[in-house]
């Protein structure tokens, strides 16, 4: 039998060699075939494997410099890119700190200031944009002309005057209105905005408000437009207020629009430096009212009161006349910047007695009980010195001196002194220079040299003529007897504090020196309290209380020398209780019309003003007899009291006060509101007394005080 034979199929033995051989066949024979391929089909084969290779290069190159400028960019340039990043979306800018406020001692607000917007323009980019029109819509028009007529109104400037500062050829800044109130900043934008109107920008700047309006003006003082204190406490304490502007940096989106708390929300959220005064406004208040009543009464060309602790040296209050407001410090009359508490010179007249009389119980030549015959005048030298009504009260005593006010009897005293220790003491009690107190503008005064003075001279320096004082070294010479001897040193700052708390700057008391023994100025005080109630200064009298005091009238002064005939200063000084002083006050009156004498015209407002500050602090009075008590007024104000209604002004503004008393304070206030009546309300519980009186004609925004118990 044959053998039997298979095909071979791949994967059965003998495949692999054949598969092998075919496929090297293959490649053999496109290898021929290559080698008989058309020459330009070869060419363009070569072509795109160059290309494909140049491809690759390139590709490989750009992904190199891709690389290395992102590593330049990143590492080498990152910082300075990530700041060039931040100068896009940012911009730097002056911060404006506001400057510090002004407190009372009680920490109310005097003078504050808040961050406000300034307007000014470059004339030189006053011109009408293109940019800022859609196309061929731009008028024909002066937009300085246009600028000016719409400004003109919202900024209460002319519209003249301000074509004339945009005008300006060669200028490239122009201040247009500085501090601008928020709704006339608002209205200009609006303006400016809708008028197309360019070159106009904004500045913050500081604006300085005085909360009282004219309170305390000459004490304060104000600032000018560069927040530079000008006057009063403004400027001698300007140091410590002026704010510090400081570079910022704010954030803005790509609109342009601030991102984030505004620049002026972070200003105002900075405190500054705060300076508190002694000064307490409420007696303030009633200090200048008083005071203006008086030159309404009076026709006095000028006046000036101060209200001083005696045993601490405090300024609790201090005013001036003429006045006026700090916020419109432009406006002011002729002379109203002089606080004349401390920067006018005057003769004292007889408000010097209780000086002199205490240099003579010092120096032990008098006694209270040493006896004068009173002629009614005295010759020195050949100069008659006659008493203020020209007659004679024969036989007193010093006391009596002091209780009439007889210049006979203190020329007698002064001869028996001398020039030297008349001078000596006056020197002693502060006179003839400044106080050292830290009130702004105080002038020194002057005395007598006493190697130049004549008998005449001694004879006149004891009753006050020939030297010439301030009103505060007068108020500071009377505390000496009302603490028992002590010279203070006077102060009106209390304390300047820093943000964080830290106190910069702080009054205290100061003793200068002892000018008189303990027992002397008990001697001196019992006098003067006989001034009150049984001699000239009977019309200082507050009931149920203890005043010792002075009056003082005397000749003024003239500029060119000698005095102006008929024209007086009256004045009146005194503290009380003047068995536990706690308040000294002294009132000047200058060139009263009419009575002019100190009984008359500065004793009454001494009286009227201590009245309303001891009973608005609660100083009890040490003799009730004749005064009611406290809860028969409750109880007499509670039955009369009928409900109060809500007051209405009438057409011209006009109400007519009905009485107050036996009310809450809300009670009252809601009365008041109703007819824009403000409120100053003093102590707490019922109400029991007001000012002005029942049936006063008022009109808004007319002050009614109104006290409680």
């Given at each position: ?230 006057e009063g406490i403004e400027a001698s304490e300007d140091e410590y207020l002026k704010g510090q502007n400081q570079k910022k940096r704010s954030f803005f989106d790509a609109k342009g629009n ?192 006493p190697k130049d003075m004549v008998p005449s001279d001694v004879a006149t320096m004891a009753i006050g003529q020939g030297i010439a004082v301030t009103p505060l070294q007068m108020l500071r ?233």
């Open positions: 039998m044959a053998a039997l034979k298979f095909p071979k199929f791949p994967g059965f033995p003998g495949a692999p060699k054949k598969q092998a051989a075919k496929q090297k066949n293959v490649e053999k024979a496109r290898e021929s075939s290559l080698l008989h391929l058309d020459p330009s089909h070869q060419d363009v084969l070569e072509k795109g494997n160059r290309r494909v290779i140049t491809l690759g290069w390139v590709l490989g190159f750009g992904i190199l410099l891709v690389v290395g400028r992102l590593f330049y960019l990143q590492v080498v340039q990152g910082r300075a890119m990530e700041r060039e990043a931040l100068d896009q979306i940012s911009g730097e800018h002056i911060e404006i700190s506001p400057r510090g406020s002004i407190l009372d001692r009680n920490g109310e607000e005097l003078a504050v200031s808040v961050v406000s917007k300034s307007l000014y323009v470059d004339p030189q980019e006053l011109v009408d944009d293109p940019a800022r029109w859609p196309l061929g819509k731009m008028p024909s028009r002066d937009p300085k002309k246009v600028a000016a007529e719409a400004l003109a109104p919202v900024l209460d400037l002319k519209a003249d005057e301000l074509y004339g500062e945009f005008c300006e050829p060669d200028r490239r800044f122009v201040w247009v209105k500085r501090t601008l109130d928020p709704h006339e900043a608002d209205r200009v934008e609006e303006i400016l905005k809708d008028q197309k109107l360019s070159g106009f920008h904004f500045k913050e700047e500081s604006k300085r408000f005085y909360t009282k309006n004219n309170l305390a003006a000459q004490v304060l003082g104000f600032v000018g437009t560069d927040d530079e204190g000008l601030l991102v984030g708390p505004s620049a002026m929300n972070q200003v105002q959220a900075r405190r500054m430096n705060t300076v508190q005064l002694t000064i307490d406004a409420r007696m303030q208040f009633i200090l200048e009212k008083s005071l203006d009543e008086a030159i309404k009464k009076t026709h006095a060309a000028s006046a000036a009161a101060i209200l001083m602790d005696p045993n601490t040296g405090e300024i609790l209050g201090m005013a001036s006349r003429p006045t006026f407001d700090p916020n419109h410090f432009g406006d002011a009359p002729k002379g109203a910047f002089m606080n004349r508490g401390v920067g006018i010179v005057y003769e004292p007249g007889s408000v010097f007695k209780p000086i002199m009389g205490s240099a003579g119980l010092m120096e032990g030549v008098i006694t209270p009980n040493t006896p004068f015959n009173d002629e009614g005048s005295i010759d020195v030298g050949g100069r008659r010195i006659r008493n203020w009504d020209g007659k004679g009260m024969g036989h007193v005593t010093f006391t009596d001196v002091i209780k009439f006010s007889l210049n006979t009897g203190m020329a007698a005293l002064g001869l028996k002194l001398g020039g030297e220790r008349e001078t000596a003491y006056a020197r002693d009690f502060g006179f003839g220079s400044v106080t050292g107190s830290d009130v702004p503008g105080e002038e020194a005064g002057i005395l007598y040299d010479a009377i505390c000496a007897i009302a603490n028992g001897g002590t010279l203070v040193k006077p102060y009106i700052v209390q304390k300047i504090v820093a943000p964080d708390g830290t106190v910069l700057k702080e009054g205290k008391t100061e003793a200068v020196r002892k000018v008189i023994t303990p027992e002397v100025a008990e001697e001196m005080r019992t006098m003067m309290e006989k001034v009150v109630s049984e001699g000239g200064g009977k019309t200082a009298q507050i009931k149920g209380y203890k005043i010792a005091g002075k009056t003082g009238t005397a000749e003024k002064l003239s500029p060119k020398g000698g005095y102006i005939p008929g024209v007086y200063i009256a004045s009146f000084v005194g503290f009380v209780p003047s068995d536990a002083p706690k308040y000294a006050m002294i009132i000047m009156l200058d060139s009263p019309k009419g009575a002019f004498y100190g009984s008359q015209v500065s004793a009454p407002i001494f009286r009227d003003t201590l009245q309303q500050i001891l009973v608005a602090e609660g100083i009890q009075p040490s003799n009730w007899d004749g005064l009611p008590t406290v809860e028969s007024l409750l109880s007499k104000t509670a039955k009369e009291a009928a409900p109060l209604a809500t007051l209405e002004a009438g057409e011209d503004g006009s109400v007519k006060l009905p009485n107050l008393a036996g009310h809450s304070i809300r009670e009252v206030a809601a009365a008041l509101g109703g007819a824009k009546l403000s409120l100053i309300p003093i102590g707490s519980g019922t109400s029991w007394k007001q000012t002005p009186a029942p049936g006063t004609v008022l009109h808004s925004g007319d002050t009614v005080t109104v006290y409680f118990r």
